[in-house]
């Protein structure tokens, strides 16, 4: 008797655990809603929360405010503290009204349970923003084509010659480091979460076109780093100045990684250092081909396609974050990203460089008069 009534006693209590996780499962609410949402100043938007299925009793979601890029959100947004969900509804509306610009998060909440939130973006002007969107495109179209011009030189030459050895090893690391840094805010979940951890506002500063980018340069440093291993090269190799500066730089990435292993520090932390090495590369990457062009006192075998490419996308990727920093009233936007701001900035100045040697100080090669020896008569 004993045992059946152990039996019994576990047989109700499997059918209670049974019934609760039915209940937990039919009252857990998935919320879907607009990641952001973009307004006008002094504009008003409808936003709908929808829910996956029908909920079984009318729910009520509080709607908490987590950032705001001002000290007092209400100065941006008017939007209200809680929405009904009746009940067997999937969907219900609600308003926001927008007053000045800025940046305001909300979390959506239900019996103290964080379903989703949404991120409100107040901006001057929707033109501008079309208008920041199409220069993108333009810097993005501009810098990827940049790196056809060499590489069709190299192959139509034949040759190497003219195209310094420190610049392409500098670039290969740069790229590295580059597609590391945005392969990993773009596509690993858990850094993506860190960053918005560490960033309330939720503006990644990775898109797929940056990602795409470093890796579309980096196959082209590859292609470069093949040509100059199978064409001409007269004599030329990476100098050991390079080679230090090189081995420093990936000397630096090795140690942080053993640390970041440790957890003294964080990945997301990590994948910066690689953008600052990218920065860094930037910074010097130019110096040997220009100083080589000055020696050489000429420009031959270094694509002048390819600098008037990349002076164009560095001039409208420094507009885009203007024209952002100003719609967003956010001029950290310029300086948020350094590996972007200092890449635009730099490749301008070493353009200009580049353009000046061409086009001024060697545009014509030094001409070369055969001396006839004179004859006694």
């Not at 039919?26 to 100043?41: G, K, W, Y």
């Not at 979940?189 to 340069?217: M, R, W």
């Not at 090495?277 to 220009?290: D, E, F, N, R, S």
Request: proline share 3%.
């Amino acid at each position: 008797m004993g045992g059946l009534y152990l039996v019994k006693k576990w047989f109700l209590a499997e059918v209670l655990a049974l019934h609760m996780l039915i209940n937990i499962s039919e009252s857990a609410l998935c919320l879907n809603v607009p990641d952001v949402v973009t307004m006008e100043q002094t504009s008003s938007a409808t936003v709908t929360i929808s829910s996956s299925s029908a909920v079984n009793q009318s729910t009520v979601i509080q709607l908490n405010v987590t950032f705001s890029s001002k000290n007092n959100y209400s100065s941006i947004i008017t939007l209200p503290e809680q929405v009904l969900l009746p009940e067997k509804a999937t969907s219900v509306n609600f308003t926001v009204l927008a007053h000045d610009v800025g940046q305001v998060t909300a979390h959506l909440l239900s019996n103290n349970t964080d379903l989703n939130r949404i991120r409100f973006i107040v901006i001057h002007s929707n033109v501008l923003s079309v208008v920041s969107q199409v220069i993108g495109w333009i810097y993005f179209l501009a810098w990827s084509v940049s790196f056809y011009p060499q590489a069709w030189e190299n192959w139509r030459r034949k040759s190497v010659v003219g195209l310094n050895f420190d610049y392409l090893a500098f670039n290969l690391t740069g790229f590295i480091a580059y597609s590391v840094f945005n392969i990993g805010l773009f596509w690993i979940p858990y850094i993506k979460e860190e960053f918005l951890q560490k960033n309330p506002s939720g503006i990644n500063p990775v898109s797929a076109n940056d990602v795409f980018f470093s890796l579309h340069a980096l196959l082209f440093c590859v292609i470069y780093v093949s040509q100059a291993a199978l064409y001409e090269r007269g004599g030329q190799t990476v100098s050991w100045t390079a080679r230090l500066l090189l081995l420093i730089g990936w000397t630096f990435a090795l140690i942080s990684l053993f640390v970041a292993v440790a957890q003294k520090i964080t990945w997301l932390e990590y994948l910066y250092y690689f953008s600052y090495i990218k920065l860094a590369v930037t910074l010097i990457k130019y110096v040997p081909q220009a100083y080589m062009n000055y020696r050489r006192q000429s420009t031959k075998g270094w694509s002048i396609g390819n600098v008037l490419l990349d002076f164009t996308g560095g001039v409208f990727s420094i507009l885009q974050m203007i024209i952002q920093s100003y719609n967003n009233d956010e001029w950290k936007l310029v300086f948020g990203d350094p590996t972007k701001f200092g890449l635009g900035l730099f490749s301008v100045a070493f353009d200009i460089v580049f353009m000046t040697q061409h086009y001024c100080l060697y545009r014509r090669p030094q001409q070369y008069e055969a001396i006839l020896e004179q004859q006694d008569d």
